[in-house]
């Protein structure tokens, strides 16, 4: 049977790291965990520009796949730091690409959570011949109306931060959150982006979990990380991620034949299920699962364990597939 990690359990060590330079400037740092003749797979981070976390390593068995980890353009250890250069979804379409080429796989699966799922549901769409399956969880497409939700409908469930979020830009300019917060972290006075930065993630941070941790929070807001997810996060959203809107639920059909799987927590402040379910309605086939006791991080416990579940089905068929079953 397959051995799952178990979601406090100690973190692998990768078999090889690494740096890709993937043009215009930007440079990104990679980590390889697993078996190097298994499957390949391909995770996928949240933000955009929150950095690979290989706390999600322990939803996958890593004798059972060959994983690469990688922090996107702008964040982690990538560099340049905290940049928009250069810095679209169709930029990091074609990084994934020359990773995938980089290590030398035909196709790979692809796992992403949050804006994670965004991504790998725009690059599958791109090159549905380079996935061999899909494991999209807190699902976030870009439209206006899941971006509208988060800098002003969360506001119903938490007033309170809300509010503290709300204050940190002057109230002749609370009409549109998203344009005060993007105009102060593309301010280059660090100054004016840094507190912007810290101000947001700490919405973000407090509202994502059903039990905030004080030590997680003030990791997650030191400076230059928070600076990094906020203005990335701030821009794309600026943007529709530079996708037409309703744009990757219109094109599913371009992948329903990938093997897939959607989870999703049914108490998601940060991307409501609504996204997620929509998303199943468009692709049948695609298995769906509705955690009842989960917020927004995939480590609440049965978030972790459905995504292992998940992770080991999809393991099936991509072997199943590989060995012409």
């Not at 503290?164 to 280059?188: I, K, N, W």
């Not at 996204?275 to 955690?291: S, Y």
């Not at 991080?297 to 393991?315: D, G, M, N």
């Amino acid at each position: 049977m397959p051995q799952i990690p178990s979601p406090d359990s100690p973190l692998p060590d990768p078999v090889a790291a690494g740096h890709l330079d993937v043009g215009q400037g930007h440079r990104l740092a990679w980590w390889e965990y697993g078996r190097a003749d298994a499957p390949p797979v391909v995770l996928l981070h949240g933000g955009p520009g929150a950095g690979s976390n290989p706390a999600v390593l322990r939803s996958l068995d890593l004798a059972r796949w060959r994983v690469l980890r990688f922090d996107q353009r702008g964040c982690g250890e990538s560099t340049p730091h905290a940049s928009t250069e250069a810095n679209t979804t169709a930029h990091l379409i074609d990084d994934l690409e020359q990773l995938r080429e980089r290590f030398g796989v035909p196709a790979w699966a692809v796992m992403g959570h949050s804006w994670g799922s965004c991504l790998g549901l725009a690059y599958a769409q791109a090159h549905p011949g380079r996935v061999t399956a899909l494991r999209l969880s807190g699902v976030f497409t870009a439209r206006r109306q899941e971006v509208a939700w988060w800098f002003r409908g969360v506001r119903s469930l938490f007033p309170d931060h809300w509010e503290a979020f709300a204050a940190h830009v002057p109230a002749a300019e609370r009409g549109d959150l998203l344009a005060a917060y993007h105009r102060r972290l593309m301010d280059p006075d660090p100054a004016v982006h840094l507190p912007a930065g810290i101000a947001l993630r700490g919405f973000s941070a407090r509202t994502q979990t059903f039990r905030p941790d004080p030590a997680h929070i003030a990791n997650l807001t030191e400076p230059a990380k928070a600076l990094a997810v906020s203005r990335l996060f701030a821009d794309y959203c600026l943007h529709g991620a530079w996708l037409e809107e309703g744009q990757l639920l219109r094109e599913v059909g371009r992948i329903r034949h990938i093997p897939a799987a959607i989870v999703q927590a049914r108490y998601d402040v940060v991307t409501p299920a609504i996204t997620a379910f929509e998303l199943h309605q468009a692709w049948p086939e695609a298995d769906f699962a509705i955690v009842n006791d989960g917020n927004h991080t995939t480590e609440e416990p049965e978030v972790h364990q459905a995504l292992c579940a998940a992770a080991a089905r999809l393991r099936e068929r991509v072997g199943e597939a590989r060995s012409g079953g």
